[in-house]
């Protein structure tokens, strides 16, 4: 059975940081791209950022330079450092795993982001 499990999130004030984590036991991690999405109340999920099993990244444009995803594989573990939060990076943040990169692969249960103003 495939689990993961995140933390890391919690209340920061804007400009603020944040690292969270994803750990994934039960699969096999390094060949799986591994993701994060959000979703702010009253919105609908979107994608953060993907990292393939050989380490390709993918960002959505408007976070570009702010959030940077990684991964140890050693650790069955993805990493979403977060920097200079704004208020609209309130959301919860699930982690996803995609073995061979097949949709919809797995969730985790979200971890709550909030930024004060």
């Known amino acids: 059975q495939v689990q993961l499990v995140e933390s890391g999130g919690g209340l920061v004030q804007t400009g603020g940081s944040l690292r969270l984590s994803c750990r994934v036991s039960?699969?096999?991690?390094?060949?799986?791209?591994m993701a994060w999405y959000r979703q702010a109340p009253g919105k609908q999920r979107e994608s953060v950022a993907d990292?393939?099993?050989?380490?390709?990244?993918y960002y959505a444009d408007s976070l570009k330079g702010r959030f940077t995803i990684s991964r140890d594989n050693a650790k069955n573990t993805v990493y979403l450092q977060m920097n200079s939060l704004k208020p609209e990076d309130t959301a919860v943040y699930y982690c996803?795993?995609?073995?061979?990169?097949?949709?919809?692969?797995?969730w985790g249960q979200g971890t709550q982001v909030t930024v004060s103003s």
């Open positions: 996803n795993a995609r073995p061979g990169d097949i949709f919809p692969g797995y």
């Open positions: 039960g699969s096999s991690f390094s060949i799986s791209t």
């Open positions: 990292i393939t099993g050989g380490g390709s990244t």
